[in-house]
């Protein structure tokens, strides 16, 4: 099955569209099918893998991107819309 | 793993066996273009440096041509100045240890009768070089620059965590990768901080980076923004953080062993972080006066620079600039996205590209004589 995500860190809760995926269709990485877009996503752009509480971080190359505004389920497109730069100490 | 290179006094491997004639300052430029249009074959360095501006300009611009005359690439130099300027061609020559080196000055002989000497220098060099032979080395003696420019929405998704796993794969070989542009890790000071291998060492590199990022606040003001942003919101990227670490990605995954100055030689092996501008000729200067023998530079929307003496190897994040910009690139990472490719199969076929480029084959670059020079300047010229 050929591959339309990338996951980068095995720690991610997101993975990254490498084309454009449309709502429904499998997110499939490195041949394994993970789960259903829950919405329409640009190539370049992030996919939730797991139910994201709001608050909770988004880890892209294992490390804190963002944090959740909202909560944000599995299959979402994650960006700017519902999350916020992470308050640095 | 070995490769054959040119061993040098110091212990350090060639990957290029090159004859250097360099200015010392630009007024000698025009000689040292008369010598590269006579001999296509060597490495030409001309510049805007040499005279006219302060001590810490002089400072950065001597200590990365003494890297670049010094450079394990570089089989013999000829330095050609004016005479009265700042940085003098007999410094440069004086910082050269175990090569064939000499130093002419055009006020005492004029351009024409300067060119002829080194025309006879040159000649004699080139023989010299001619009886040298690649001998075998281990990749540990390698010291590889890691550069990202003209980026696009996919350098953070293939380009740069392919990088990565070539880094990775050095490191494990022994040898030393570098990665500068200090601008581009704005947002990921206390992300880099961890990855030192000591607490001092991260104390150092978060306030490098905390000072470039006061530094691009004050010179720019409101415009910052066009530094300090994402910088493709439209491309997928939610903060600064996660624009700073696709561009870090190209690191890899080892803990950094050093954090040193511009255009300084890294005293071990590892991942090393080296304080240079984001700016693409300004940082591979840096690198290559740090003695990098071998440069790999990602880009999103294709560049073709190459450096003086320096193979620098292209790896482009999609397919369409790797066919629009043929014989510029040597991989494309694009084939992530299109042909089935996994991070780890194009990183492998990097870490390949770097181990044949040692060996003597041409990246594009090269092969295109793309050798753009520039040095880092700071304060007014006077």
Request: glycine share 12%.
């Amino acid at each position: 099955m050929n591959s339309n995500a990338l996951k980068v860190n095995p720690r991610d809760n997101v993975v990254i569209a490498i084309r454009q995926i449309a709502r429904g269709e499998d997110i499939v990485v490195e041949g394994v099918k993970l789960l259903a877009a829950a919405e329409d996503v640009a190539a370049s752009h992030k996919i939730a893998l797991t139910d994201i509480k709001a608050g909770g971080n988004i880890l892209r190359y294992g490390e804190p991107i963002v944090q959740a505004r909202d909560d944000i389920p599995k299959g979402q497109w994650v960006h700017v819309h519902n999350t916020r730069p992470i308050e640095r100490i | 793993m070995e490769f054959k290179g040119y061993k040098r006094a110091d212990g350090r491997y060639g990957v290029r066996n090159h004859v250097l004639v360099v200015s010392s300052v630009s007024c000698a430029n025009g000689v040292v273009d008369a010598l590269g249009r006579i001999f296509p074959d060597i490495v030409t360095v001309q510049h805007a440096y040499g005279c006219g501006y302060g001590p810490d300009d002089w400072g950065t611009s001597f200590k990365m041509l003494s890297g670049l005359v010094n450079h394990p690439n570089v089989g013999a130099v000829l330095a050609i100045g004016l005479g009265c300027e700042l940085l003098k061609a007999e410094h440069l020559i004086d910082a050269v240890e175990g090569k064939p080196a000499e130093a002419l000055v055009i006020q005492q002989a004029g351009s024409a009768a300067t060119t002829k000497k080194g025309i006879d220098i040159i000649e004699r060099f080139i023989k010299l070089l001619e009886r040298q032979q690649r001998e075998p080395a281990p990749l540990s003696g390698l010291l590889v620059g890691l550069k990202c420019g003209g980026s696009d929405a996919f350098s953070g998704v293939t380009a740069n965590p392919s990088l990565g796993v070539a880094a990775d794969l050095l490191v494990g070989e022994g040898a030393a990768v570098v990665m500068g542009e200090v601008t581009e890790m704005i947002g990921t000071d206390h992300i880099l901080k961890g990855r030192c291998d000591s607490p001092a060492l991260g104390e150092k590199l978060q306030k490098l980076i905390l000072g470039h990022e006061k530094y691009v606040k004050d010179a720019l003001g409101e415009l910052a923004g066009l530094v300090i942003a994402p910088g493709n919101i439209d491309g997928g990227l939610s903060s600064i953080t996660e624009k700073s670490l696709g561009c870090n990605a190209k690191s890899g995954s080892t803990p950094i062993r050093e954090v040193v100055d511009y255009s300084a030689r890294p005293a071990g092996k590892g991942l090393i972080i080296m304080d240079t501008p984001g700016y693409d000729i300004d940082a591979m200067a840096g690198m290559a006066g740090g003695g990098a023998q071998i440069i790999v530079f990602t880009t999103g929307r294709g560049t073709p620079v190459g450096f003086p003496a320096v193979p620098v190897i292209k790896v482009s994040s999609n397919s369409n600039t790797f066919h629009n910009m043929k014989g510029d690139i040597d991989v494309n990472a694009g084939s992530i996205l299109d042909a089935g490719k996994t991070v780890r199969d194009v990183g492998r076929e990097i870490f390949e590209c770097i181990v044949r480029t040692a060996n003597g084959n041409p990246a594009c670059a090269e092969a295109n004589r793309s050798a753009v020079f520039n040095c880092l300047k700071q304060g007014p010229t006077f």
